[in-house]
């Protein structure tokens, strides 16, 4: 979709490029595109759109999961984790620059929401998976199918067990689950 260049939001950042502080030497980049303008306008429309996002409206912060990266959007700074390079980091903070600003040239569509979700735990989703690791999913352990399905790795369907009538149970509490965290 194209945005009209009156209806964006972002138009100029600033981008910077560091390896991670807890992490010296990593071979991994996060990248801050620090804003020109404060979008704080736009998180509770992109906390309404995005799946699994969750959003401090006090705290002005929205975090959310994009393509196994953690991102984070603040009113003046969108940063981005798990990066390879430079060039990789610009190509990915445009795209997001372009998901909030498709957002924001809908916003009149979209009802904002100030909702705070509950961050996903994979003990808690281990929990409610029928266990004794059959592999039917394609992981090794129900954990790892846990810790794959709260970072969106993996789709909840690919636990064909927890779809039959015996776990009719666990399986209700988990969608309930998933669907409180805006994974569902």
Same mark, same amino acid.
């Given at each position: 979709?194209?945005?009209?260049?009156?209806?964006?939001?972002?138009?100029?950042?600033?981008?910077?490029?560091?390896?991670?502080?807890?992490?010296?030497?990593?071979?991994?980049?996060?990248?801050?595109?620090?804003?020109?303008?404060?979008?704080?306008?736009?998180?509770?429309?992109?906390?309404?759109?995005?799946?699994?996002?969750?959003?401090?409206?006090?705290?002005?912060?929205?975090?959310?999961?994009?393509?196994?990266?953690?991102?984070?959007?603040?009113?003046?700074?969108?940063?981005?984790?798990?990066?390879?390079?430079?060039? %990789?980091? @610009? #190509?990915?903070? +445009? =795209? &997001?620059? $372009?998901?909030?600003? /498709?957002?924001? *040239?809908?916003?009149?569509?979209?009802?904002?929401?100030?909702?705070?979700?509950?961050?996903?735990?994979?003990?808690?989703?281990?929990?409610?998976?029928?266990?004794?690791?059959?592999?039917?999913?394609?992981?090794?352990?129900?954990?790892?199918?846990?810790?794959?399905?709260?970072?969106?790795?993996?789709?909840?369907?690919?636990?064909?067990?927890?779809?039959?009538? %015996?776990? @009719? #149970?666990?399986? +209700? =509490? &988990?969608? $309930?689950?998933?669907? /409180?965290?805006? *994974?569902?």
């Amino acid at each position: 979709m194209t945005t009209d260049r009156e209806e964006m939001l972002i138009r100029r950042y600033d981008l910077e490029v560091t390896s991670p502080p807890c992490e010296p030497g990593a071979e991994r980049w996060s990248a801050f595109a620090h804003l020109e303008d404060d979008i704080s306008e736009v998180l509770p429309y992109l906390n309404a759109v995005w799946k699994g996002a969750i959003y401090d409206h006090d705290a002005q912060i929205l975090t959310w999961r994009m393509g196994g990266r953690a991102v984070s959007v603040r009113p003046r700074e969108l940063a981005v984790s798990n990066l390879e390079d430079r060039d %990789e980091a @610009a #190509e990915v903070v +445009e =795209r &997001l620059i $372009a998901r909030i600003n /498709e957002v924001w *040239a809908r916003r009149g569509e979209i009802q904002p929401s100030l909702a705070r979700r509950r961050r996903l735990v994979a003990l808690d989703v281990y929990k409610l998976l029928p266990g004794g690791n059959c592999r039917a999913c394609g992981e090794p352990t129900c954990f790892v199918f846990a810790t794959k399905l709260t970072t969106g790795q993996v789709s909840v369907e690919a636990c064909t067990p927890l779809f039959t009538e %015996e776990h @009719a #149970e666990k399986r +209700e =509490r &988990l969608l $309930a689950l998933l669907e /409180e965290a805006g *994974a569902g």
